[in-house]
């Protein structure tokens, strides 16, 4: 059974840092785009940041971009998610998201073929 449990989230003040961890088990992980994706209360999940499976490209949402940075680590199938700089507004839930071989079109939540549970950042002002 597939499995992605997040992990790093908590409260930190405006301007602080947070990093976060997506360990994934019963997956090729290798074979995988991992996203990461956030909801804010009342709103809709959105796209924060990916990273290809095949050459480790990485995407961000413009609203992240400069301030978040995704990376991978295969031998230890796990994704992170550092962010820098952050602000109220980068309040939510993240969650963790792998999609298979889908590239950067796969960061949308209805092709993402996996999630974690998701890990609740909050950002105070």
């Known amino acids: 059974q597939v499995q992605l449990v997040e992990s790093g989230g908590g409260l930190v003040q405006a301007g602080g840092s947070l990093r976060l961890s997506c360990a994934a088990t019963a997956l090729t992980f290798s074979q995988y785009d991992m996203g990461w994706f956030r909801q804010a209360l009342g709103k809709e999940r959105e796209f924060v940041a990916g990273i290809t499976w095949s050459i480790g490209r990485t995407v961000y949402a413009d609203s992240v971009k400069g301030r978040f940075i995704v990376s991978r680590d295969n031998t230890k199938n796990t994704v992170y998610l550092q962010m820098n700089s952050l602000k109220p507004e980068d309040t939510a839930i993240y969650y963790c998201?792998?999609?298979?071989?889908?590239?950067?079109?796969?960061?949308?939540?209805?092709?993402?073929?996996?999630w974690g549970q998701g890990t609740q950042v909050t950002i105070s002002s």
């Open positions: 998201a792998a999609n298979f071989r889908g590239g950067v079109s796969g960061f949308r939540p209805e092709s993402i073929d996996f």
